[in-house]
DNA sequence: CTCACTATAGAACACCATGTTCGGAAACGC
DNA sequence: GCGTTTCCGAACATGGTGTTCTATAGTGAG
């Protein structure tokens, strides 16, 4: 790792403009959003701009990059239980306190790709979570790629619906909400 | 309604159209078409197409919205089940016969706009059934609104995973790993 | 503090997609 | 056939994208 920081111009220079694209995001929507927009918001020169990111999209893609390896750092310290969905209280525990955050690059408001990127870091947790402790262990007669899918999809939508309502329950209630969901909620109807 | 069918012509300019743009769909992605492309594949004059549609979008919920129609008419005729899962099967088995027309308005390929009409109109449907079947039955502790977006998106996300996927299994059986998972399919997990 | 280095501003540029307009040609239905 | 409607094609204004260049200003090391 290169511990050194970088020139002080160059952290203010990004930290503005990811700044100015989640403000613009939450405004009207990230397909919405110029390149433009973000320049005035940021008081950024256009060459600047491109100086640092590729395009709009990899200047997204670095927040969530930003948002993922907090998580991780959260998540190996340990302390969460164990288990195939284990991991849904500290992502909720999480979004709750990068709320403004989430929304922008998680949300409804955000591209797709990082709902593809989100998906397959998810997958991969949960595929690996069911090698380990799942072995050999059949779940019914539902197909194993099929189930991994559901839980991942199911959480994300959850996380969305949450994040977009202005969460509503704290992340604990969320999480045994997710839980009771995947375990049978809709059970007593026909 | 209107019984008379318009101009030859019309019919001719509106289909090559939409054909066109479902092709473009499956082969590089709905944000990736231009109106460009779409004039030349469809061998269509660029003020045609404006004569016709306000944009590209209105042109990918034209085409929804032809789904739509079609899927109610088979819904009208009855011979589904009752119960709040009732809509699973006819649709999968709708996407089924269409799935080339599926692939691109629903699936991944498409836009958000698109997810967010089918979204809407599902919750209204499973929102309409809970008011009538269920009247009073409190359902654990999951709060209404939460399940029935829960039912909603759990329903599309399969959807387009079996789109996405080839279709690897007939409507019957998704249908029925779909209630099988939304009446508890991981509850024998820690 | 000085100085070499590096990032930034700002403007100009080519490129491409969008959506509008209009007159002449062609196809339509009756 | 004939009046009507639609289509074509080209031109046009607009606005966003990404590149390049030079002068300027900020920075950190010594």
Do not use: C
């Not at 195939?84 to 929304?103: D, E, K």
């Not at 690996?128 to 991994?148: C, S, Y």
């Not at 959850?158 to 839980?179: C, F, K, N, S, V």
């Amino acid at each position: 790792m290169d511990g050194s920081k970088p020139d002080r111009r160059v952290r203010r220079t990004r930290r503005a403009l990811q700044d100015a694209l989640i403000a613009l995001i939450l405004e009207k929507g990230y397909e919405a959003v110029t390149v433009q927009d973000i320049l005035d918001r940021a008081d950024v020169g256009r060459s600047t701009f491109y100086a640092h990111f590729l395009d709009k999209e990899a200047l997204l893609t670095s927040q969530f990059e930003n948002l993922q390896a907090d998580f991780e750092q959260h998540w190996a310290q340990g302390g969460h239980g164990v288990g195939l969905l284990a991991f849904s209280l500290p992502m909720f525990l999480h979004a709750q306190r990068y709320q403004r955050v989430y929304r922008a690059v998680v949300g409804k408001h955000s591209g797709q790709l990082i709902h593809q990127h989100l998906e397959s870091y998810l997958m991969a947790h949960v595929q690996r979570q069911f090698e380990q402790e799942n072995v050999g262990k059949p779940v019914g007669d539902i197909p194993r790629d099929l189930l991994a899918h559901h839980i991942v999809s199911s959480f994300m939508s959850l996380l969305i619906w949450w994040l977009e309502h202005g969460l509503p329950h704290p992340a604990e209630r969320m999480a045994d909400l997710y839980q009771r969901l995947m375990r049978g909620g809709v059970g007593d109807l026909p």
